[in-house]
């Protein structure tokens, strides 16, 4: 995993900030290789409760993180029980490793 523990503690904090301490937090995608540089960080969201506000929520954890991590390129997925399942969740669910 490309995250420092600093790394991964700020995207912990910010995440639970923003959605509480009910959700589950994982990064997937190229970050999780450690031979492949560059990327962008793609975390996904996950809570067993439906949500209200997923965008002002996405975007205000997008924001803090870059405010904290450096302006970066962060893409963060939502996924609860009323999200389609389709290709990209279905890695990141499959593939994420929590933080």
Same mark, same amino acid.
């Given at each position: ?8 503690? /700020? ?18 995608? @190229? ?6 540089? =560059? ?7 996950? @809570?067993d409760k439906p949500m209200t506000g997923k965008m002002i929520k996405m975007l205000t954890m ?7 991590? =450096? ?6 997925? /939502? !996924? ?8 990209? !969740? ?6 994420g490793e929590l933080i």
């Amino acid at each position: 995993m490309r995250l420092s523990e600093e790394q991964k503690a /700020i995207v912990k904090q910010v995440g639970q900030e923003v959605f509480g301490n009910n959700v589950q937090l994982a990064l997937f995608g @190229s970050r999780l290789n450690d031979h492949v540089k =560059g990327g962008d960080i793609d975390i996904l969201v996950k @809570s067993d409760k439906p949500m209200t506000g997923k965008m002002i929520k996405m975007l205000t954890m997008t924001a803090r993180l870059q405010m904290r991590l =450096g302006d970066q390129p962060i893409d963060i997925l /939502i !996924y609860d029980p009323e999200t389609p399942l389709s290709p990209v !969740y279905e890695q990141a669910l499959t593939n994420g490793e929590l933080i």
